[in-house]
């Protein structure tokens, strides 16, 4: 078997790095942005043209959710032109979307066939990319995911981790409902049942298991186990200015596979027990 790994250097991307350099089963190639631009259609066409794949691991993608809402055409040649040409090659893909493609109740359990509704560009532009992959003839599968924490990137974790470094009071919404998921364990779950195993092709849901928590309650766990003495501000969504609308239901339902992830609140702890953690 042979892999491409596409966005090594992401959030994401660096745990499947990390995973298929530890291992010795499956040959790999993780070219750079600067060894090969994505963007760069004519290049990817001869790099494609002289490898197969047996697993494209598609791990690039644009993430500034409020900032797509006014570089919507950064937003949609990374999230949907790119993967279009590399889904024009035939090579298996293994694509990575998002909550934000739905718009669903509160405390529904999104299964894998609820209605697609964006709120924001970022979703939309996931959205096409869903679409090119079920309309194309290549085999793949859509895992969608959502709230990843991990080392390698900013995210909530890291920011709610930093702010409570130099603040006192800290606001977080109260009232957006998901569950967290570590990208350690999204990267080690995939390479076990999608690179290592074949699953039907199709999309999948899959995050941290365990109890849905608001944001609101995720970071009070978070700054409780930092033995943080400041306020913890619980505020409703809509006092938050942002330029992207955000998805208040983030509870992804796992109804195709028979095993899940562990618990987000163990994922959790044992992120914050790395040495590294303490330093971000």
């Known amino acids: 078997m042979k892999v ?3 966005g090594s250097s992401g959030l994401l991307g660096s745990e499947f790095l990390k995973i298929l350099e530890a291992q010795e089963e499956i040959e790999y ?10 963007m760069d259609f004519e290049a ?8 197969y794949f047996d697993r494209v691991l598609y791990c690039i993608a644009y993430t500034q959710v409020d900032r797509a809402e006014i570089e919507q055409g ?17 090579r298996p893909v293994i694509h990575f979307s998002t909550d934000y493609v739905f718009d669903a109740p509160k405390d529904l359990a999104i299964p894998e066939n609820y209605p697609r509704q964006p709120l924001n560009f970022y979703g939309q532009s996931k959205v096409q990319a869903e679409e090119l992959l ?14 990843l924490f991990g080392a390698e990137r900013e995210n909530f974790v890291s920011r709610i981790l930093k702010i409570a470094r130099t603040q006192d009071s800290i606001p ?20 076990e049942h999608f690179v290592k195993k074949e699953q039907p ?62 618990d987000w609140k163990e994922a959790t702890e044992a992120y914050l027990a790395l040495p590294t953690t303490v330093d971000q």
């Open 29 to 38: 190639v993780a070219p750079s942005h600067r060894e090969l631009d994505v």
């Open 4 to 6: 491409l790994l596409l």
């Open 134 to 147: 079920e309309v194309s003839k290549n085999p793949f599968w859509n895992i969608r995911t959502s709230w």
């Open 172 to 191: 977080v919404v109260t009232d957006q409902i998901g569950r967290p998921t570590y990208v350690k364990d999204l990267a080690a779950f995939v390479f």
């Open 201 to 262: 092709i199709g999309t999948y849901h899959l995050q941290n298991s365990g109890e849905p928590v608001s944001r609101a309650d995720f970071a009070a766990f978070l700054l409780d186990k930092m033995n943080w003495m400041g306020e913890l501000q619980r505020v409703p969504y809509e006092q938050f200015s942002e330029r992207a609308v955000r998805p208040k239901n983030s509870m992804l339902q796992n109804t195709k596979l028979p095993f899940e992830m562990r």
């Open 44 to 51: 990817v066409d001869r790099f494609l043209a002289h490898e």
């Open 74 to 90: 950064q937003c949609e040649q990374l999230n949907v032109d790119a993967l279009k040409n590399i889904i024009a090659h035939r």
